[in-house]
Nanobody
Framework: QVQLVESGGGLVQAGGSLRLSCAMS????????MGWYRQVPGKQRELVAR???????HYPDSVAGRYTISRDNANNKFYLQMSSLRPEDTAVYYC???????????????WGQGTQVTVTS
């Protein structure tokens, strides 16, 4: 199984940049995809970046051109680089991994604990 821990959130002015990190640990799993979501109170959790096991990426229109997802296989981490930040980007950001687990059929979502990003105007 896999465990995820995010870091790198904080306070930034509009137009600024921030990089979030996700550290992965555990055993007995194969990662099929990884990514980042964000959530604000009263709203659904929103996908902001996805990286497939084959290296493909996906971004919604709201962040395309401003956010970049990347991975570091040697250190078992992946990242979200955010630029040209806006107040509406303020949210709790969560990393996730879509995995297959040894000895079990199906696909499983694993989430980090979340890290706060606040963008001031």
């Amino acid at each position: 199984q896999v465990q995820l821990v995010e870091s790198g959130g904080g306070l930034v002015q509009a137009g600024g940049s921030l990089r979030l990190s996700c550290a992965m640990s555990g055993s007995g799993f194969v990662i099929m995809a990884m990514g980042w979501y964000r959530q604000v109170p009263g709203k659904q959790r929103e996908l902001v970046a996805r990286l497939t096991g084959g290296g493909g990426t996906h971004y919604p229109d709201s962040v395309a051109g401003r956010y970049t997802i990347s991975r570091d296989n040697a250190n078992n981490k992946f990242y979200l680089q955010m630029s040209s930040l806006r107040p509406e980007d303020t949210a709790v950001y969560y990393c996730y991994a879509l995995t297959e687990i040894s000895g079990r059929s199906g696909v499983y979502d694993t989430w980090g604990q979340g890290t706060q990003v606040t963008v001031t105007s």
